[in-house]
C-alpha cells in the first residue's frame, strides 16, 4: 500500500518543483546585495562576498523608485478602490435585484470576456489624449472601471446570499441603498477582500497600459520604470536585480497574507461556471 | 448585523482615496514659479542638471526639471509625448529626428528668435547647421555634433604588425584578418553590434550615392553603392572578424574591449569620455581613434549630432529660448565638453586646451570635414530600423543575402507610401 | 417599480464605464482599422485616409506578421501543453495523501504567479545569460554546452516558454487541485475494486472527472498566451532576428512606436479572431472527443 518509494518521491519532486519556483526569486533577492560587477563573474556566486546595500541606495539616491514606488501604490490602491466602488454594486444589482433586461444585459457583459483588452488600448489612448489625460494618474486607472471580470465575481458570491433576509429587510421599510449598505456589504465582505487583493494585484503587476500611458519617469509605475532601466543598464544586474525586488517584494507580502483570499477568488472565478 | 462599522469603514476609506485624487490634480498645477521641462538623453541628460544650475542661479524664479531618457527609447517617448500632447518645452534631438517633428508640426521655427538672440550662428559648420533647417526654416540649435569613428586598440593592432590605422577598405581588411589571426577562433577584430545601424549607413554614405531617390520617395537599396557596402559588411561576419551579436549579449562592451575580445570599434565622440573613465588605467595608452576608412581613401562618415528643440505646444518658450542659449555658449559648451566628452557644437569652443590638445579627439576634428548628412525624410528613422533588422537576419542566417536589396526597397517602399501620397497631394494642391 | 429603478441606478456606474471605456473603444478601433491612421493624422487630422480592408491585406503581406504569428502560435502550441501539464503534475503532487507540509509547497508553487512579470522577466535575462547565467551553470554540471538562451535565434522563444511555465503553472495548478479535490473518493474506490493501476486509474477516473475544468483551464491559458508581449518586450525586444517578435509587440511597435495606429488596430482585430476561433475549435474537439 504504502511504499516508503512513494513517499520519498512525491515528496522529492515537490521538494524539487519548491526549489525551480523560489530558487529565481532567492537569487534576485541574493544578487541584489552583491557589489556592482559581482554576479556577473564566472562560476556564477549565488550568494555575495560582501553584502552591501549599495544598490538600493542608488536607486533611492539617483534613480528616484521611491517616487515610482509611490506611483505604483497611489494607483493600485486608488484603482482597487474604484474597482469596489463601481463592482460591488453592479454585482450584487445583477445577482439579487430584478429589472428588466438583467439576464440579457449580464451575457452581453460575459461576451465582451472574450474581446482582449489590447483591442481597444489605441482608441482609449486617443480619447485620452484629448481629454489631456495621457500621462497622467487617471490615465492609468481608466481600465480598472470597466472590469467585467469583477462583476462576475462579487456576482457569483452575491448569489449565495439568502433572499430571505433582502425580503425581510424590505418589508421593514429599508430603501434599497440602506439595505446595500447595511445588509449586503457586511454579507460580502470576503469576497470584498478578494476583489480588493485582485484588483490591487492586477493593478501593481500590471505592464502594458501602464507602459503606453504613463511616460513620464515621474509618473511611471514600478514595472515600467524597470523595464526601461533594464534596457539603459543592461549592464548593471545587481541594480536590477534590487529594483526588481523593490518591485515584486510588496505583492509577495500582500499575497503571502492574504493567501486565502487570493485563492477562493480565483477558485470562484474559474470553476464554478 | 454588524450595521455601521465595517460600511463605514470602507465608505470613508473610498472618500479618502477620492479627496486623496483631488489633492493631487490640484497639487500638480503648479502655481509658484516657472518650470521648464528639459528632456535629455544618456550621457547628456546625467550632465544636464550639473550644467544647469549656473542657468537656474542667473535665473531666479526659473526652475529647470532634467528628464534623462535612454537612447533606446528616446525617439519612441518624444513621439509618444507629441501623440499624448505632452512634450517638454526644450529636448535635445538627434538631428536625424527633426524633419520628422516638423513634418509633425511638433516644433517651433527658431529663425526669428535667434536672430534676436545672443546666439552666433556662424559660430557653426555650415554641415552640421543645415541638418537642422528643414523645408528652408531653422528649428535647432546644434548642441554638440557627432559622427562616427574607428577606436581601436594600438598594441593589438601593432602586434599583428601596423603601425598605423588603416585609410581605405583593403588596408582595413587585412588589418581585421591580421588581428584575428593573432587573436584565435575565441576572439574577434572587430565589433559590429547586429541591433546598430549606423556603422552600415556611415559606409553606405560613403559611397556617395543617394539612400532615398526621387526627393526621398523611394528606396535605393537596388543600387550598386549599397552592394559594394553590403558585400563588404558582410564580409567582415562571414570571415569570423566580428562576432554575431548585439549589444544585449555583449555584458560590457568596455570590458570586452579591455581583455581584447574585439578591437576595432565604430562610435561616438561620447565613447571618449566613456573610454576615459571605465577602462582600467594601464589600458589608456592602448587605444586611439582614426577616421573612418573608405573604399579608395580616407572615407565620409555620418554628420550626426543633437540639437536643442522648442516645442510649438510649450508655454514658456521665452524661458525657453534662454535655457538653448544658456547651453550654446561656447564657455557652457567647454564644461560640456569637459563632463561629457561631446564634441561642442560652436567652433570657438574647440579652443578649450583641453579639447584642442586631446589626441583623441583629433580624428573627430578630421572625421568632420567630411560628414554626410542622412535623408532628411521623416520616415528614415524606421527604414534604417528595418536596415538593421534584415542585416541582423542575413547575419543569422536566417535570410538569404541575394535579394536582400529587394526586400529592403519593398519595406522602404512601403513605409513611404504614406509620404508619397501626401507630397502628390501637396503638388496638386 | 421602485426595485427595477434600483437594479438599473445599481449598475449604471460601471456599465457607463464600460460602454464609454470599453464598448467605445472597441467599435473605434475597429473603424480605425479601416483606415491609414498614422504619424501625420495625429498631426492633422485631414491627413487620414479611408482605405477599407487595405490594413489587413497589407499585413497578410508583411513577412514579419507571418513570423509574429509563427512565433506566437509556437508559444501557444508548445506552452500551454507544457504549463497544464506540469500544473496537473504539481495537482497531483500536492493531492497525494503521501505529501508533507503540502501548506508550504502550494504557497511555495503559487508565488512565483503574484510576481511582477516584467520584474522577474528581469531576473531571468540574468539568469539565462550565456556566460554568467546560473541556467548554463546548472547545465555545465551535467555536462552539456552553455546555450545562448536569448541570442540564438532558436532557442530565445523556448527560453520564454520556460519562464512562463514557471511563472504561471501554479495558477492552474491551485484550480486543477480544487478540481481534483472535488472527485468523489468512491469513483476511486471503484476503479482499486477493479483492480486498476495508477496509470489506469489516472486515465479512465481522473481525467474524464476532470475534463470540464481541463477544458476551461486550456482555453483560459490559451488567451492568456496568446496575448504574450512583456516578455519578448523587456528580454528580447522581439529578437534575435525577430524571432520573439509575438502579435502583440507587432501591435505595440506599429501603433506605440511608428504610430500607425490604423495597422496596429487591424493586428489586434487579428489576433482577436484568433482567439476566437482556437477556443471554438478546442471546444468542438473537447466535445467531439467526449462522445
Known sequence: MRRPLSYLGVNIFLALAALATLFPLAWMVSASFMTAGEASTYPPPMLPHAATLANYRLLFAEHGIVRQAGNSLFISLLATGLSLSFNLSAGYAFAKLRFKGRERVFRLLLGALVVPAQVTMMPLFLMLKEMRLVNTYVGALVPWLASVFGIYLVRQYALTIPDEILEAARMDGAGELRIFVLVVLPLLKPIVVTLAVLTFLGSWNDFMWPLIVLTDHHVQTLPVALAALSREHVQDVELMMAGAVITVLPVLLLFLLLQRYYMQGLLVGSVKG | MKSGVTDARSWSRRGFFRAMAGLCVSACARTDGQVLRFWAMGREGEVATVLLRAFERENPGLAVRVEQLPWSAAHEKLLTAFAGDATPDVAQMGNTWLPEFVALHALEPLDQSIRGSPIDLTDYDAGILDTNVVEGRQYGVPWYVDTRVLFYRRDLLAKAGYSAAPRDWDEWTRMLVAIKDEVGPERYAILLPLNEYEPMVALWLQQGEPLLRDGGRYGNFRSPGFERTLRFYLSMYERHLAPPVSHNEIANVWNEFARGYFSFYISGPWQMGEFKRRLPAELQPAWMTAPLPGPQGPGASIAGGSSLAIFRRSRSKEAALKLVEFLSRPQVQQEFYRLTGDLPARRSAWTDPSLAQDPHARAFRDQLERVRPVPKVPEWERIATELMLVMEKVVRGDLPVRGVAEELDARADRILAKRRWMLDRRAQG | ?291
Open chain 3, 1 to 291: 417599480m421602485k426595485l427595477s429603478i434600483a437594479g438599473w441606478l445599481f449598475v449604471a456606474p460601471a456599465l457607463l464605464a464600460i460602454l464609454v471605456f470599453f464598448v467605445v473603444p472597441v467599435a473605434a478601433a475597429l473603424l480605425m482599422s479601416a483606415t491609414d491612421f498614422d504619424i501625420y493624422a495625429l498631426a492633422d487630422l485631414h491627413n487620414v485616409r479611408f482605405i477599407g480592408l487595405d490594413n489587413y491585406l497589407q499585413l497578410l503581406q508583411r513577412p514579419l506578421f507571418w513570423r509574429a504569428l509563427e512565433n506566437t502560435l509556437f508559444f501557444v502550441v508548445v506552452g500551454v501543453p507544457l504549463s497544464i501539464a506540469v500544473s496537473l503534475g504539481s495537482a497531483l503532487l500536492l493531492n497525494s495523501r503521501l505529501a508533507w507540509f503540502r501548506g508550504f509547497y502550494r504557497t511555495a508553487l503559487f508565488a512565483p504567479v503574484v510576481t511582477t512579470l516584467a520584474a522577474v522577466a528581469v531576473v531571468w535575462v540574468f539568469l539565462l545569460h550565456t556566460r554568467y547565467g546560473l541556467l548554463n551553470y546548472a547545465l555545465s554540471w551535467f555536462g552539456l554546452h552553455p546555450v545562448d538562451w536569448l541570442g540564438d535565434p532558436h532557442w530565445a522563444m523556448p527560453a520564454i516558454v520556460l519562464l512562463s511555465v514557471w511563472k504561471n503553472f501554479g495558477y492552474n495548478m491551485i484550480i486543477l487541485l480544487a478540481g481534483l479535490q472535488a472527485i468523489p473518493g468512491d469513483l476511486y474506490e471503484a476503479a482499486q475494486l477493479d483492480g486498476a493501476g495508477a496509470g489506469a486509474t489516472f486515465w479512465h477516473v481522473t481525467v474524464p472527472a476532470l475534463a470540464p475544468v481541463l477544458l476551461m483551464v486550456s482555453i483560459l491559458t490559451m488567451a492568456g498566451h496568446f496575448q504574450i508581449f512583456a516578455e519578448p518586450y523587456v528580454m528580447t525586444q522581439g529578437g534575435p532576428a525577430e524571432h520573439t517578435v509575438t502579435v502583440l509587440y507587432l501591435m505595440y511597435e506599429d501603433g506605440f512606436k511608428w504610430w500607425s495606429l490604423g495597422s496596429a488596430s487591424s493586428v489586434a482585430f487579428v489576433l482577436f479572431l484568433f482567439m476566437l476561433a482556437f477556443s471554438f475549435m478546442q471546444t468542438r474537439l473537447t466535445r467531439a472527443g467526449s462522445t
